[in-house]
């Protein structure tokens, strides 16, 4: 994976276990110190003070439903976590379609809806909670995708959901 996003972390993380910021822990998951947490979200929230669409990643539901929502294109925009959210969210093909860089998507109680014949989504990373049993998007191919995490599954074994998310191979 890691080569696959061109980055080459073996001494990065050598230094960073060194000096106590992160820790990989018994199940390989890796654990960081609050303050590189707090550091890389000061790193993000620069690139864009103003303008959220100028951020690479968005991990608060207000602020990452409030760029979703505007009408002008998104390509700066690589990540996205919408979750905690009292309501549910849909996302339509038309807002899905200004985020062209997409790679990370986490959306919890929310769903899509609309026609993603358009949509040429990068996304590589998707965990998803759907919200409704019947799933309302069409033309929602996942070319790109390596993970798809569906998390509290809704769908029936006889849904459309499972015909029409595609992913072209399988690792």
């Known amino acids: 994976m890691w080569t ?3 980055f080459y972390p073996e001494r990065g993380i050598e230094v960073l276990t060194s000096k106590c910021l992160i820790k990989i822990l018994d199940n390989d998951k890796l654990w960081m110190h609050d303050q590189l947490v707090d550091m890389g979200r000061e790193i993000v929230r620069q690139e864009g003070r103003s303008d959220l669409g100028k951020r690479s990643r968005l991990w608060i539901a207000k602020e990452a439903l409030e760029m979703i929502r505007t009408e002008e294109r998104k390509g700066e ?3 996205l976590e919408i979750s905690g959210s009292d309501s ?3 996302i339509t093909n ?3 379609e200004r985020l062209p860089n997409l790679r990370f998507l986490k959306l919890r109680n929310g769903d899509f ?3 993603f014949v358009k949509c040429h989504a990068k996304l ?3 965990s998803w909670q759907p919200v409704h049993r019947d799933f309302r998007a069409v033309n929602f191919y996942l070319d790109h995708l390596v993970v ?3 998390d509290w599954n809704r769908f029936t ?3 459309k959901a499972w015909d029409l998310i595609k992913v072209n191979h399988m690792i």
């Open 4 to 6: 696959n996003c061109q």
């Open 77 to 79: 925009v690589q990540a």
């Open 88 to 90: 549910s969210i849909e």
């Open 94 to 96: 038309e807002e899905f």
């Open 113 to 115: 809806a609309g026609d």
């Open 124 to 126: 590589r990373w998707i």
């Open 148 to 150: 798809f995490k569906l």
């Open 157 to 159: 074994d006889d849904s």
